[in-house]
């Protein structure tokens, strides 16, 4: 009889957690892999070509700080591009049987599934990129996420699978762009645009104001 020793692996894989976090977290793309699209071994179903990236909450922007430090996996779909004509409602539980040849091979085609204008993908971007992706002048690689950080919503998923996701629609940059200083002019030109679109009882309202502030001021000497 030969004993065999048991060790212990370097991650451990178990269910994600359900995270509720609709105050928005800080969160940090551990790392990101492109799952390509293909059609089921045995059923014939379409997988769609995704994005999953493990994140990792850096501070879930609460006074106790319990999520803290868990990770979960959330996924990104590709789209088809458009212009193929495919409905997204048709691929959504499409069949290998539900295509021609010449469709099966558009569709496994990995340069025909893109990150699609107003999708989750494209969201998460812009917030990332900025001007450089919002204005066409890059193109994506899964690999570049990892390290990148943003702030988001986090909800709870609702299926039999526990797990969390991100809020499409919630992304914001943890280092919002500084505004452009208004020179003396652009000042002058918006202060002459705001007196004149004020009405004249909200002006004397506002002087009148000024005056009792002035008054107050001078009481307290």
Same mark, same amino acid.
């Given at each position: 009889?030969?004993?065999?020793?048991?060790?212990?692996?370097?991650?451990?894989?178990?269910?994600?957690?359900?995270?509720?976090?609709?105050?928005?977290?800080?969160?940090? =793309?551990? %790392?990101? #892999? $492109?799952?390509?699209?293909?059609?089921?071994?045995?059923? *014939? /179903?379409?997988?769609?070509? =995704?994005? %999953?990236? #493990? $994140?990792?909450?850096?501070?879930?922007?609460?006074?106790? *700080? /319990?999520?803290?430090?868990?990770?979960?996996?959330?996924?990104?779909?590709?789209?088809?591009?458009?212009?193929?004509?495919? /409905?997204?409602?048709?691929?959504?539980?499409?069949?290998?049987?539900?295509?021609?040849?010449?469709?099966?091979?558009?569709?496994?085609?990995?340069?025909?599934?893109?990150?699609?204008?107003?999708?989750?993908?494209?969201?998460?971007?812009?917030?990332?990129?900025?001007?450089?992706?919002?204005?066409?002048?890059?193109?994506?690689?899964?690999?570049?996420?990892?390290?990148?950080?943003?702030?988001?919503?986090?909800?709870?998923?609702?299926?039999?699978?526990p797990g969390s996701y991100t809020g499409w629609e919630t992304?914001?940059?943890?280092?919002?762009?500084?505004?452009?200083?208004?020179?003396?002019?652009?000042?002058?030109?918006?202060?002459?645009?705001?007196?004149?679109?004020?009405?004249?009882?909200?002006?004397?309202?506002?002087?009148?104001?000024?005056?009792?502030?002035?008054?107050?001021?001078?009481?307290?000497?």
């Amino acid at each position: 009889m030969v004993a065999i020793r048991k060790t212990k692996a370097k991650e451990e894989f178990g269910p994600d957690p359900s995270l509720d976090l609709p105050q928005g977290a800080h969160l940090k =793309v551990m %790392s990101a #892999k $492109l799952f390509a699209h293909k059609f089921h071994d045995e059923t *014939g /179903d379409l997988w769609k070509s =995704v994005v %999953s990236c #493990k $994140l990792k909450v850096v501070d879930d922007r609460t006074v106790n *700080g /319990d999520a803290d430090g868990l990770e979960f996996f959330d996924t990104f779909e590709l789209k088809v591009d458009e212009e193929l004509g495919y /409905d997204d409602k048709q691929l959504k539980d499409a069949n290998t049987r539900d295509f021609t040849k010449e469709q099966r091979e558009e569709l496994l085609n990995q340069d025909n599934w893109t990150v699609r204008t107003g999708s989750k993908l494209d969201n998460l971007l812009n917030v990332l990129y900025g001007d450089v992706w919002i204005n066409g002048k890059m193109d994506f690689d899964p690999d570049d996420l990892e390290g990148k950080e943003f702030i988001a919503k986090v909800h709870p998923r609702t299926g039999k699978k526990p797990g969390s996701y991100t809020g499409w629609e919630t992304y914001m940059s943890i280092n919002p762009p500084k505004k452009k200083k208004k020179s003396k002019v652009q000042e002058a030109q918006q202060e002459a645009a705001d007196a004149a679109n004020t009405p004249a009882s909200e002006r004397d309202a506002q002087d009148l104001t000024e005056a009792q502030w002035a008054q107050a001021k001078k009481a307290v000497r």
